[in-house]
């Protein structure tokens, strides 16, 4: 059993940056693959960023490539979304996300465990 708690969400303004935190309960947390989706009002949730449980590869939606950077720290059990150059469509509730495979996370945006989520809001 793996639970997710998100934090660092908040108000921005247009060019800011935010970092986001998922910090893990459980001791298999380094066995998993990890990744944030977001969702914002009206729209289905989607991928934003997927990183391998060894941290050596990770992946990145198209609308925040070069914006957005993933890490984890497996000894904090932590995962970090960096976020700079933010947009106000970056805005959305950000979750993250638990996977045993990176794929089930970038390609069927499917996963075991699920955040509860951070608001992040740009203002324009």
């Known amino acids: 059993q793996v639970q997710l708690v998100e934090s660092g969400g908040g108000l921005v303004q247009a060019g800011g940056s935010l970092r986001l935190s998922c910090a893990a309960s459980?001791?298999?947390?380094?066995?998993?693959?990890m990744g944030w989706f977001r969702q914002a009002p009206g729209k289905e949730r989607e991928f934003v960023a997927v990183i391998r449980w060894s941290g050596d590869s990770t992946s990145y939606a198209d609308p925040v490539k070069g914006r957005f950077t993933i890490s984890r720290d497996n000894v904090k059990n932590t995962v970090y979304l960096q976020m700079n150059s933010l947009k106000p469509e970056d805005t959305a509730v950000y979750y993250c996300?638990?996977?045993?495979?990176?794929?089930?996370?970038?390609?069927?945006?499917?996963?075991?465990?699920w955040g509860q989520g951070t608001q992040v809001t740009v203002s324009s």
């Open positions: 459980g001791r298999t947390f380094s066995s998993y693959a």
């Open positions: 996300a638990a996977a045993t495979t990176h794929s089930r996370l970038r390609v069927r945006a499917e996963a075991d465990y």
